[in-house]
């Protein structure tokens, strides 16, 4: 194992031995015949018979083999050896797929990014992992760029690198081999921490290597610490389904001794900054580096084998909880969501909106939801049943879960307070609750994953129902409060005032007493937009826009909230909505109608008169498929026809760019003209986006009795 450490004199490696093992499961007769197969084995070390036991059934200890690796990187190789000889079916094991890092800094009780004095022999912890208050490492980064010289007006594999930019420092020798070594001997001896780039693994580091190798020296482009180890993807891309969406992620370009972080495809950094990434890494003990391309879910997953692993459970390797029988009548009862409650359309003023507290996390804690808790067979007459279900809930066991998930509740809930009070850094405070926002997101999400470790789908369906009778509670309270209800979702209500006998933040906080979980008073509204959907005149679950009392605009699911509008409409939109934010009453927006109405007007205006340049109205749109799978002639397949003529493969999840300069036309190049070949000159198809223009108002002013037809009458 080599580990590098941040002193006060610089950074410093330490190489230490590590043998990590892991279990075998099978029959005494099979576990005795493996154990004589490993004895003289070249690629095993030791092998011993043991007794161990699993979070799932702590009360049976289970007979193993525990067999240790001779080296680390054979480790897995060893592990799926012995699964080929029992063909798959006959060894159960244990702890062979954990991170090997992680169990190294856990077995010598460190986690990443932690303060440790290293004696010479041991670390010594000066910190706490989940403490609140510490002082983070004063990392010293750079940011690393480079320019192309371009033959083509879209990027290619033939260009060359015109310059590398390190900050403010601009490396441009005579050629690109001098450029390259220039720039590591640059790096070397200002040696970063961090180095930051934008699009580094889809881009920049994969052109950068292509050019090395085209000069012959792929083995000296060295960014890393180590001074063998060139720069090198560790894991390769891929496009993956996640909630109904194509997603793809780039290789990961990783460094030895120093972190390469890429800004642009960390959901991590993105959401919460550096601040919430390292927060995060070392409760999860994850390096910062591997943490800042993988996402919420790798953090919770990570932290729940840990909380196993320190309660001295070991973990499976291959998950083998099937879901329990069930009837399709059990099947219509329990395979359902979380409650929502169409909203009334129309505008509505006087509204004010209470949203639980972390609801789901909540809920697993109250109730003790947690795969080994559910259905156990040592309470099989519990009073503490899932509402509906009716699945008994132990009550002996505190709930693994809920241990894992109490911890990041309080976190979170701490941060979130000091990003509210002026005497803390509220910027670094809103970072680090954002950050744990969306790990106790996934939570929940991961108790219904298919490969989650801990996961169990009747945990998913149970939160569900409390979460159902819970919004259900919260309902006949507001309306016992003399409140009506105009919307529910999940863990939100909007409701209005008829002769209310409480206020708001009363009715929230009896709200909570009788649900067990906080309800906050998320705002107050001058008025609100509900909105139908777009097949029906129902309305929408998530599509609205309203303006607060304090002045500040909500919107969800519009246009201007949407990746794929071009930013002409984003901002007609945007318009809009400034001129509709100063009215605070439902009769003032309705005398606003024809200045609003005025604002998509002047739009279509400068759409004809080609007064707006083209960059404005360009569509992005992500693949969901090779371009040789789409049947119609889309403006998606036509775009990913352009790229594929100029030798550009355009991955499944990845995202094109193009304006339509005429959707009824076949040829790619005449229907479609992507972003990179855009000029100032480009004629668009005025006719389509005039359409798209009314689409948007119509959007807008659904609710106030303008159809789209109407809508595009008044702009033409």
Same mark, same amino acid.
């Given at each position: 194992?080599?580990?590098?450490?941040?002193?006060?004199?610089?950074?410093?490696?330490?190489?230490?031995?590590?043998?990590?093992?892991?279990?075998?499961?099978?029959?005494?007769?099979?576990?005795?015949?493996?154990?004589?197969?490993?004895?003289?084995?070249?690629?095993?070390?030791?092998?011993?018979?043991?007794?161990?036991?699993?979070?799932?059934?702590?009360?049976?200890?289970?007979?193993?083999?525990?067999?240790?690796?001779?080296?680390?990187?054979?480790?897995?190789?060893?592990?799926?050896?012995?699964?080929?000889?029992?063909?798959?079916?006959?060894?159960?094991?244990?702890?062979?797929?954990?991170?090997?890092?992680?169990?190294?800094?856990?077995?010598?009780?460190?986690?990443?990014?932690?303060?440790?004095?290293?004696?010479?022999?041991?670390?010594?912890?000066?910190?706490?992992?989940?403490?609140?208050?510490?002082?983070?490492?004063?990392?010293?980064?750079?940011?690393?760029?480079?320019?192309?010289?371009?033959?083509?007006?879209?990027?290619?594999?033939?260009?060359?690198?015109?310059?590398?930019?390190?900050?403010?420092?601009?490396?441009?020798?005579?050629?690109?081999?001098?450029?390259?070594?220039?720039?590591?001997?640059?790096?070397?001896?200002?040696?970063?921490?961090?180095?930051?780039?934008?699009?580094?693994?889809?881009?920049?580091?994969?052109?950068?290597?292509?050019?090395?190798?085209?000069?012959?020296?792929?083995?000296?482009?060295?960014?890393?610490?180590?001074?063998?180890?060139?720069?090198?993807?560790?894991?390769?891309?891929?496009?993956?389904?996640?909630?109904?969406?194509?997603?793809?992620?780039?290789?990961?370009?990783?460094?030895?001794?120093?972190?390469?972080?890429?800004?642009?495809?960390?959901?991590?950094?993105?959401?919460?900054?550096?601040?919430?990434?390292?927060?995060?890494?070392?409760?999860?003990?994850?390096?910062?580096?591997?943490?800042?391309?993988?996402?919420?879910?790798?953090?919770?997953?990570?932290?729940?084998?840990?909380?196993?692993?320190?309660?001295?459970?070991?973990?499976?390797?291959?998950?083998?909880?099937?879901?329990?029988?069930?009837?399709?009548?059990?099947?219509?009862?329990?395979?359902?969501?979380?409650?929502?409650?169409?909203?009334?359309?129309?505008?509505?003023?006087?509204?004010?909106?209470?949203?639980?507290?972390?609801?789901?996390?909540?809920?697993?804690?109250?109730?003790?939801?947690?795969?080994?808790?559910?259905?156990?067979?040592?309470?099989?007459?519990?009073?503490?049943?899932?509402?509906?279900?009716?699945?008994?809930?132990?009550?002996?066991?505190?709930?693994?879960?809920?241990?894992?998930?109490?911890?990041?509740?309080?976190?979170?809930?701490?941060?979130?307070?000091?990003?509210?009070?002026?005497?803390?850094?509220?910027?670094?405070?809103?970072?680090?609750?954002?950050?744990?926002?969306?790990?106790?997101?996934?939570?929940?999400?991961?108790?219904?994953?298919?490969?989650?470790?801990?996961?169990?789908?009747?945990?998913?369906?149970?939160?569900?129902?409390?979460?159902?009778?819970?919004?259900?509670?919260?309902?006949?309270?507001?309306?016992?409060?003399?409140?009506?209800?105009?919307?529910?979702?999940?863990?939100?209500?909007?409701?209005?005032?008829?002769?209310?006998?409480?206020?708001?933040?009363?009715?929230?906080?009896?709200?909570?007493?009788?649900?067990?979980?906080?309800?906050?008073?998320?705002?107050?509204?001058?008025?609100?937009?509900?909105?139908?959907?777009?097949?029906?005149?129902?309305?929408?679950?998530?599509?609205?826009?309203?303006?607060?009392?304090?002045?500040?605009?909500?919107?969800?699911?519009?246009?201007?909230? =949407? !990746?794929? +509008?071009? $930013? /002409?409409? *984003?901002?007609?939109?945007? @318009?809009? #909505? %400034?001129?509709?934010?100063?009215?605070?009453?439902?009769?003032?927006?309705?005398?606003?109608?024809?200045?609003?109405?005025?604002?998509?007007?002047?739009?279509?205006?400068?759409?004809?008169?080609?007064?707006?340049?083209?960059?404005?109205?360009?569509?992005?749109?992500?693949?969901?498929?090779?371009?040789?799978?789409?049947?119609?002639?889309?403006?998606?397949?036509?775009?990913?026809?352009?790229?594929?003529?100029?030798?550009?493969?355009?991955?499944?999840?990845?995202?094109?760019?193009?304006?339509?300069?005429? =959707? !009824?036309? +076949?040829? $790619? /190049?005449? *229907?479609?003209?992507?972003? @990179?070949? #855009? %000029?100032?000159?480009?004629?668009?198809?005025?006719?389509?986006?005039?359409?798209?223009?009314?689409?948007?108002?119509?959007?807008?002013?659904?609710?106030?009795?303008?159809?789209?037809?109407?809508?595009?009458?008044?702009?033409?």
């Amino acid at each position: 194992m080599v580990i590098w450490l941040l002193t006060r004199r610089g950074a410093r490696k330490i190489i230490d031995v590590y043998h990590p093992c892991f279990y075998v499961e099978a029959s005494t007769t099979d576990l005795h015949e493996l154990a004589r197969k490993l004895k003289d084995h070249p690629q095993v070390q030791e092998t011993m018979f043991t007794k161990v036991y699993t979070l799932l059934d702590p009360q049976r200890p289970r007979q193993v083999l525990k067999i240790t690796p001779r080296r680390l990187q054979w480790f897995r190789r060893v592990a799926e050896m012995i699964d080929r000889w029992g063909k798959y079916h006959t060894y159960q094991f244990y702890d062979v797929d954990l991170r090997i890092p992680t169990r190294y800094l856990e077995k010598n009780h460190v986690f990443f990014n932690a303060e440790v004095l290293w004696t010479g022999a041991s670390f010594q912890l000066q910190d706490s992992q989940w403490a609140v208050d510490y002082p983070p490492p004063l990392f010293s980064t750079i940011h690393l760029s480079i320019k192309r010289k371009q033959k083509k007006q879209i990027p290619t594999p033939t260009d060359t690198l015109a310059q590398i930019q390190l900050d403010e420092t601009i490396i441009e020798e005579d050629n690109e081999l001098d450029s390259m070594l220039t720039a590591v001997r640059y790096i070397k001896k200002i040696n970063p921490d961090i180095i930051y780039t934008q699009h580094g693994d889809s881009m920049l580091f994969p052109f950068l290597l292509h050019r090395a190798q085209t000069q012959g020296i792929s083995s000296q482009i060295i960014f890393g610490r180590e001074k063998n180890i060139p720069v090198r993807s560790m894991k390769q891309a891929s496009s993956y389904m996640s909630y109904g969406r194509i997603i793809h992620r780039p290789a990961f370009y990783t460094l030895k001794g120093r972190a390469h972080i890429d800004q642009m495809s960390s959901f991590f950094y993105s959401e919460s900054g550096v601040a919430g990434l390292l927060d995060v890494s070392r409760c999860a003990n994850l390096s910062l580096q591997l943490l800042s391309r993988l996402g919420a879910g790798t953090a919770i997953s990570q932290i729940q084998v840990n909380t196993a692993r320190k309660q001295g459970g070991v973990i499976p390797w291959k998950k083998n909880l099937p879901e329990t029988w069930k009837t399709a009548e059990d099947l219509l009862q329990s395979d359902r969501g979380g409650l929502i409650l169409d909203p009334f359309v129309g505008i509505h003023e006087r509204v004010v909106e209470l949203d639980f507290a972390s609801l789901y996390p909540n809920i697993m804690v109250l109730h003790k939801i947690s795969p080994e808790t559910l259905l156990c067979s040592c309470c099989p007459e519990s009073t503490h049943r899932v509402p509906q279900l009716q699945y008994p809930i132990c009550q002996k066991q505190p709930g693994f879960l809920p241990q894992v998930l109490t911890p990041i509740l309080d976190r979170r809930f701490r941060f979130k307070a000091r990003m509210k009070h002026p005497c803390y850094d509220t910027e670094r405070y809103a970072q680090l609750q954002q950050a744990w926002k969306w790990v106790l997101l996934v939570c929940f999400g991961y108790t219904g994953y298919k490969n989650a470790r801990f996961g169990r789908i009747e945990c998913h369906e149970s939160i569900t129902a409390f979460s159902r009778e819970k919004l259900l509670t919260a309902l006949h309270c507001a309306e016992q409060a003399g409140y009506i209800v105009l919307h529910g979702i999940i863990d939100s209500l909007w409701i209005k005032g008829v002769h209310p006998t409480c206020s708001p933040e009363q009715l929230a906080r009896d709200i909570g007493r009788k649900t067990g979980i906080r309800m906050d008073v998320e705002g107050a509204y001058h008025w609100i937009v509900f909105l139908p959907n777009k097949q029906s005149s129902v309305g929408a679950l998530n599509r609205y826009y309203g303006v607060f009392e304090d002045g500040t605009i909500k919107t969800r699911g519009i246009e201007l909230r =949407q !990746h794929s +509008t071009p $930013p /002409f409409f *984003k901002q007609m939109q945007q @318009e809009m #909505l %400034t001129v509709m934010q100063k009215k605070t009453s439902c009769a003032a927006v309705f005398a606003a109608m024809d200045e609003v109405i005025e604002v998509g007007r002047k739009a279509a205006v400068q759409l004809r008169r080609n007064t707006v340049p083209p960059k404005q109205f360009i569509i992005t749109s992500r693949v969901a498929k090779e371009v040789s799978s789409y049947q119609v002639n889309t403006a998606v397949k036509a775009a990913l026809q352009q790229f594929a003529s100029l030798g550009v493969n355009i991955h499944p999840g990845q995202r094109v760019q193009f304006v339509i300069t005429d =959707q !009824h036309a +076949t040829e $790619p /190049f005449k *229907k479609v003209c992507i972003a @990179e070949f #855009l %000029t100032k000159d480009t004629t668009l198809d005025v006719s389509f986006y005039l359409r798209f223009l009314a689409r948007c108002m119509e959007t807008m002013l659904s609710p106030f009795g303008y159809t789209f037809n109407r809508c595009f009458q008044l702009i033409q």
